[in-house]
C-alpha cells in the first residue's frame, strides 16, 4: 500500500486521541487522515472524543482551529443528505436549507430514486464561502461504499498549502469489527495523506475491549445505559456465530426478541427501541478476526459464556450463555445445564434415528429465558425443559417425539407460562398447539410455525393470544385434511402487526375478519399461488406493506416492521414459474399508510387500484413486475403520489386513472361506456410537474 500508515499504540479511546493529537502536532503537509481505530471497532468514539477535547487544547497552535465539523454519515442515504449534514452542521440560513427541499421534490417528480441523489451546486458555493477564509477541522464518518472528494459539497481542499485538516473513518454503522488490512476499500483511497490505526483488537485486554464497547455502545445507546447495549452487541454476537454454518433457518433474525427474553434490556423497553437498537449494531465481522473477538469476550467475567464445538472439551463453569454442537448425547460431558445459564443453544447432528436429550439436562435451569433445540428427540407429551418457568423464548427445528424417553409426573406446564416467543420449523409437535396448551400462553407475543401446519390453524386461535403482535405459518408440507371456515380467524388480534402465510397454496381467500385487525402493518402472501382477488373490503386500512410474489417464498424473514423495499427480498430457491393464475384484481384501495409494494409473478392480473395510499413512487421495474396483462390502473386520491417509473410497455393497457388530490373518495371519471380501441387516461393533478411520468 503506498499511504503510509501511523500506528496508534493506544488501550483505549482516550489514548487514541492524543496520539492522534501528537500526530497533528507533528505532521507537515499530510492533512487528510483516516482512522480505522481496532480493527474498525471504536473509530467514530474516537473521533467524536476529538470533537469534545479540541475546544479545550486552544493553547496549542496546531489544535486551534475556527471550526470542529463534526459529520456522521455512517447510516448512508445518499451525496445530497450528506451535503445537508454540512449545511445543518455549519448552520446555514433557512432559505439554503429550503434548496434542499425543493430539489428533493424536484427529484421526487422526475423519478431519481434517493441513494441517486447528488450535492447541489449553488449549496457547494455557499458552503466554500464560509469556510475558505477559516481554518477548520473535519471529523467524517462515511457509511458510502467509496472514498469522498468533499470539494465537490462545497468544502475547501486539504493540500499541502491548506491548513485545514480532515479525519474519517468508514462505517456503515457503529460497530463494524474489519481486518484492517484486508478492507477492501483501503484499496482504492486516491485523496487520502495517512492511515492511522491500531494494529488489532488482539492487543486490546478483555476489559480494555469491554470499555471500548461501552464507548461505541454509547454514541447509540438512546437513553438506554451504554452497558447494556454492550451487553446486547455482544449477545448478538454470540447468537450470530452460534449459527454462523450449522442452520439455514431464520434463527439470526430473532436477535432482537432473544436479547430482551435474556433480560439484556429490561421487558419495560419498548420493543421499537429494542429493534431500533439492534440494528444500529453491525456484525461486519471478518471470520478471521472472530477468533480474537471471542477470545476478550469469553474473559469478561461479568458475561461469560461459552461456546463447545467439534472435539472441544466442556470446562465446568457459571456460564451465561452456552451454545453447543454435538455429534453426540454426551453434550461434550455436559450433564446438566448451569443454574447461572439465561440462554441456551444446542444443534445435534442429523442422525437416525435423531439424537435424544439427556435426562436431568434442565434440572437447574430456574432463570433459562431463551431455549433453542436443532434435531434433538424428546418426549412431546412431557418435554425435558417443561418446568422452565422463566422461559420466554423457545425455538424448535427438526426436533421428532421420542416416545420412550422418560416421563415426568408434571401438573402443569410451567414453561409455557412467560413464553413471549414460540418458533417451530419442521417440528410435528401438535400437542403444543393444542387449544388447551394455547390458553396457557397469554404473555405470547409472535408465533411461527413453518413446515407442517397450514393457514386453517388460524381458527384454532379464535379469541386467543391477545397479545400476539407477529404471526407466521408458512410453508406447510401437506393440505388440511378438514375444510374450516376461516372467515373469524383474525376476530380479536388487535396487536398483530406482521402476518405472514408465505407458501399456503391452497388459500384461495382471505379471512374477512382481516379487516378488522387495525393494527396490522405488514401482510406478506408469497407462494400462494390459488389466492383468488384481493379486495378492500378484508384488508386493514392501516397495512404499510404489501407483498405477494407468486414465485416463491422470499429468503429472510421481515424481522420488525421497518419501510425499506421490499422488492430485495429475492425467493429462498428457484422460482416456480407456474405463478399465480386466479388473481385478475388487487385492489389495495383506502389502505391510507400503504407505501411498501411488491407483486410478482400474477400472470392474469389484469386491474390494480391503489386508490388513496401513500404510494410515492409506482415502480414497475422493481415494485410490480412480470404482470403482462395489466389493463387498468386506478391512483385516485394519492395525493403522496410524484412519479410512475414505467419501464414496462403495457401493450394491453386500457385504462390509466390518476388523481393526485387529497381524499380517497375522489369522484369517478366519466368514461367511455364503448369498449375503446385506444387506451383512456384520466388525469387530474395537483402539480403539474407529474406529467413527466406521462
Excluded at 473513518?169 to 483511497?189: A, N, Y
Amino acid at each position: 500500500m503506498d499511504i503510509p500508515s501511523e500506528f496508534i499504540w493506544a488501550e483505549n479511546v482516550d489514548h487514541a486521541r492524543e496520539g492522534i493529537f501528537h500526530y497533528i502536532q507533528r505532521m507537515v503537509d499530510q492533512r487528510v487522515i483516516y482512522f480505522h481505530g481496532w480493527s474498525g471497532l471504536g473509530a467514530s468514539a474516537v473521533l467524536r472524543s476529538i470533537a469534545e477535547l479540541l475546544p479545550s487544547r486552544r493553547e496549542i497552535p496546531e489544535l486551534c482551529f475556527d471550526r470542529i465539523i463534526l459529520i456522521d454519515c455512517s447510516e448512508w442515504r445518499s451525496r445530497r443528505s450528506m451535503q445537508r449534514a454540512i449545511a445543518e452542521e455549519l448552520k446555514l440560513d433557512c432559505s439554503t436549507m429550503a434548496i434542499f427541499d425543493n430539489q428533493d421534490e424536484e427529484d421526487d417528480f422526475h423519478g431519481v430514486g434517493e441513494s441517486s441523489r447528488d450535492e447541489i451546486l449553488s449549496v457547494s458555493r455557499k458552503i466554500h464561502h464560509i469556510l475558505k477564509d477559516s481554518r477548520f477541522i473535519m471529523l467524517f464518518c462515511n457509511g458510502s461504499d467509496d472514498e469522498i472528494d468533499l470539494y465537490d459539497f462545497g468544502v475547501p481542499s486539504f493540500g499541502k498549502v491548506s491548513d485545514n485538516i480532515l479525519i474519517w473513518t468508514w462505517g456503515r454503522k457503529v460497530m463494524t469489527i474489519r481486518d484492517f488490512e484486508k478492507h477492501e476499500l483501503l484499496h482504492k483511497l486516491r485523496f487520502t495523506h495517512v492511515l492511522a490505526y491500531h494494529k488489532r483488537t488482539l492487543y486490546l485486554t478483555s476489559e480494555q475491549f469491554y470499555a471500548l464497547l461501552c464507548k461505541e455502545a454509547s454514541i447509540i445507546a438512546a437513553g438506554i445505559d451504554p452497558t447494556r447495549v454492550a451487553n446486547c452487541f455482544m449477545y448478538k454476537l454470540f447468537f450470530n456465530i452460534s449459527f454462523h454454518t450449522t442452520t439455514k433457518y431464520y434463527w439470526t433474525s430473532h436477535a432482537a426478541s432473544c436479547c430482551m427474553c435474556d433480560m439484556m434490556l429490561h421487558e419495560d423497553i419498548e420493543t421499537e427501541i429494542s429493534n431500533s437498537l439492534h440494528r444500529e449494531i453491525s456484525l461486519e465481522c471478518d471470520a478471521s478476526l472472530l477468533p480474537d473477538v471471542l477470545a476478550k469476550f469469553k474473559k469478561h467475567l461479568k458475561l461469560p459464556f461459552l461456546r463447545v464445538k467439534d472435539d472441544d472439551v466442556y470446562e465446568e463453569g457459571p456460564y451465561r450463555w452456552i451454545s453447543v454442537t454435538s455429534k453426540d448425547t454426551k453434550l461434550h460431558g455436559i450433564q446438566t445445564i448451569p443454574a447461572q445459564t439465561s440462554s441456551f443453544i444446542l444443534e445435534f447432528d442429523i442422525s437416525e434415528p435423531p439424537l435424544a436429550l439427556t435426562n436431568g439436562l434442565f434440572e437447574h435451569s430456574s432463570i433459562l429465558g431463551v431455549l433453542i433445540l436443532c434435531c434433538c428427540a424428546f418426549n412431546f407429551a412431557s418435554p425435558p425443559f417443561i418446568k422452565c418457568h422463566s422461559l420466554k423464548f423457545l425455538g424448535l427445528e427438526n426436533c421428532t417425539d421420542n416416545k420412550t424417553c422418560e416421563v415426568e409426573d408434571h401438573t402443569g406446564w410451567e414453561c409455557l407460562y412467560r413464553l413471549r416467543v414460540l418458533d417451530l420449523c419442521s417440528t410435528y409437535w401438535n400437542e403444543i398447539l393444542s387449544q388447551e396448551k394455547i390458553d396457557l400462553m397469554e404473555n405470547i407475543r409472535e408465533l411461527n410455525i413453518e413446515g407442517f401446519m397450514c393457514w386453517q390453524y388460524t381458527t384454532c386461535l379464535q379469541g386467543r393470544l391477545p397479545n400476539l403482535e407477529r404471526l407466521r405459518i408458512t410453508k406447510p408440507t401437506h393440505d388440511p385434511e378438514i375444510s374450516a371456515d376461516t372467515s373469524n380467524s383474525f376476530i380479536g388480534k388487535t396487536k398483530l402487526e406482521i402476518l405472514d402465510l408465505s407458501g399456503n397454496s391452497d388459500m384461495e381467500i382471505l379471512p374477512s375478519s382481516l379487516s378488522e385487525v387495525s393494527s396490522l402493518e405488514v401482510l406478506v402472501l408469497d407462494g400462494c399461488t390459488k389466492l383468488q382477488d384481493v379486495l378492500p373490503d378484508v384488508l386493514p386500512r392501516l397495512l404499510r406493506s404489501f407483498r405477494l410474489d407468486a414465485y416463491g417464498s422470499s429468503s429472510r424473514r421481515i424481522p420488525t416492521i421497518e419501510q425499506k423495499p421490499m422488492e430485495h427480498m429475492s425467493p429462498s430457491s428457484e422460482p416456480d414459474k407456474k405463478g399465480a393464475h386466479h388473481i385478475y384484481k388487487i385492489s389495495l384501495k383506502g389502505c391510507t399508510q400503504l407505501g411498501n409494494l411488491y407483486l410478482r409473478g400474477l400472470s392474469n392480473l389484469v386491474e390494480l387500484d391503489l386508490s388513496g395510499s401513500a404510494i410515492k413512487v409506482l415502480d414497475f421495474k422493481t415494485m410490480v413486475v412480470e404482470v403482462p396483462r395489466l389493463k387498468r390502473i386506478f391512483l385516485l386520491g394519492c395525493e403522496n403520489l410524484r412519479a410512475i417509473i414505467w419501464g414496462t410497455i403495457f401493450t394491453n393497457l386500457e385504462l390509466l386513472c390518476i388523481d393526485t388530490r387529497a381524499g380517497t373518495a375522489c369522484p369517478w371519471p366519466s368514461l367511455s361506456q364503448n369498449k375503446p380501441f385506444k387506451l383512456q387516461v384520466h388525469v387530474v393533478l395537483e402539480d403539474a410537474r407529474f406529467v413527466l411520468s406521462l
